[in-house]
């Protein structure tokens, strides 16, 4: 099997900071790209009980790029679960994503023989794999890489 290492060129759809012409639309809220969602996830829903900032979803759903989300998102505080949430969270971004973009979600479908792999330089291991020198006995656990896979195989079982 052959392997997408990087999710760049003609296979950029795949990465999450992907400007999506359809954004994902959830709880009334747009977010731009997966980041967006991602990262305004981490904080509490505006009916949680308990919500610090309720306003912090609808700011980083403004952010101009994902960049900006992901900077942000580091700032918030984090809702209490959100060890346990946020591989699910990432699954739902990715699904609500091709669901939103059938050109996308074909062009998912397409990568059907290989194994997708984030390979990146910015020394992320937990969601892909970096290839720097200093990462190369370091195997990366590439959670993208498989939710993508996971939510590519949904797709083909679900038309
Ligand atoms: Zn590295």
Redesign the pocket.
């Known amino acids: 099997m052959n392997t997408i290492s990087i999710f760049k060129g003609k296979y950029n759809f795949l990465s999450n900071f992907f400007t999506l012409e359809v954004p994902i639309a959830y709880n009334g809220i747009s977010y731009p790209t997966v980041e967006h969602f991602y990262q305004a996830m981490k904080s509490l829903g505006p009916t949680d009980p308990g919500a610090l900032n309720p306003v912090d979803r609808i700011i980083i759903a403004g952010d101009s790029s994902p960049f900006m989300a992901r900077n942000f998102g580091r700032t918030i505080r984090l809702r209490p679960d959100w060890e346990n949430a946020k591989i699910s969270v990432m699954r739902l971004g990715l699904i609500l994503k091709f669901a939103a973009n059938p050109e996308l979600k074909t062009q998912l479908l397409s990568t059907w023989e290989s194994v997708l792999v984030e390979g990146n330089?910015?020394?992320d291991?937990i969601w892909g794999n970096?290839?720097?020198p200093?990462?190369a006995n370091t195997k990366g656990q590439n959670l993208l890489g498989y939710l993508l896979m996971e939510v590519r195989e949904l797709f083909r079982l679900i038309k």
């Open positions: 330089h910015w020394h291991n970096c290839m720097c200093k990462c």
